[in-house]
């Protein structure tokens, strides 16, 4: 198994641009989540996905979209990127009865907005 | 609101030594809480998963405790090695919401 993974590993986008980090796991598990992490700052949540076609806001959802149209893929939409928004982004799932179950995670994507 | 720390955020040891890492919350409303170990620029990699009906769980030199009375947990790491120098990160999970300490930097000195 390949388990998390993420693509790209880094990108750089200018104010305004629009992008999607990519994320798939090959173990079928259901739930799914999306993170950001900032220098010296503990992870937030930005996304989760209780499976298919089902999304919910975590604690930091604004300036960002989820869909999830399938078990494996899980991508993360930035339309108007701001400097804010600089930061390294996690995907995890995990294959437990609730969203709370232990998770795994995937490699992560730099993001720098300049 | 769950809120998630941990102190010291930098702790340094020489090899060999017993050390304890510390993880406190504010809400003891919890399902599980979970440790992870982070590389400088890796993700995250689970070590120990303990569920609110337990009271600690243990992987080879790790032990994690977990007390929701007093709102803490800690991560018992045995005969340090340089090898576990990285960033020890605890979350705490509640209904639909999880919540990361900031995490404790370890530098084990050969």
């Known amino acids: 198994n390949a388990g998390v993974t993420q693509t790209p590993k880094f990108r750089i986008l200018k104010i305004g641009q629009s992008m999607t980090l990519q994320c798939a796991q090959d173990?079928?598990?259901?739930?799914m989540y999306w993170y950001r992490q900032d220098p010296g700052m503990g992870l937030k949540l930005i996304y989760y996905s209780v499976g298919a076609g089902i999304t919910d806001k975590g604690e930091v959802p604004n300036g960002y979209n989820v869909s999830r149209s399938t078990t494996e893929d899980f991508p993360l939409r930035l339309e108007l990127a701001a400097p804010s928004q600089t930061s390294v982004y996690f995907c995890?799932?995990?294959?437990?009865?609730?969203?709370?179950?232990?998770?795994?995670f995937g490699p992560g994507t730099r993001l720098t907005v300049l | 609101k769950q809120e998630v720390t941990q102190i010291p955020a930098a702790l340094s040891v020489p090899e060999g030594e017993n050390l304890v890492l510390n993880c406190s919350f504010t809400?003891?409303?919890?399902?599980?809480l979970q440790w992870f170990r982070q590389d400088p620029g890796k993700g995250l990699t689970s070590l120990l998963l303990?569920?609110?009906?337990?009271r600690e769980q243990t992987s080879g030199r790790l032990n994690a405790s977990l007390d929701k009375s007093s709102g803490r947990s800690t991560l018992y790491i045995a005969a340090s090695q340089p090898g576990d120098s990285a960033t020890y990160l605890c979350?705490?999970?509640?209904?639909?919401?999880?919540?990361f300490g900031a995490g404790t930097r370890l530098t084990v000195k050969p």
């Open positions: 995890a799932s995990n294959g437990g009865t609730g969203v709370y179950n232990e998770q795994f």
């Open positions: 809400d003891s409303a919890i399902y599980n």
């Open positions: 979350a705490a999970y509640n209904n639909n919401d999880m919540r």
């Open positions: 173990m079928n598990h259901n739930y």
């Open positions: 303990i569920q609110s009906s337990q």
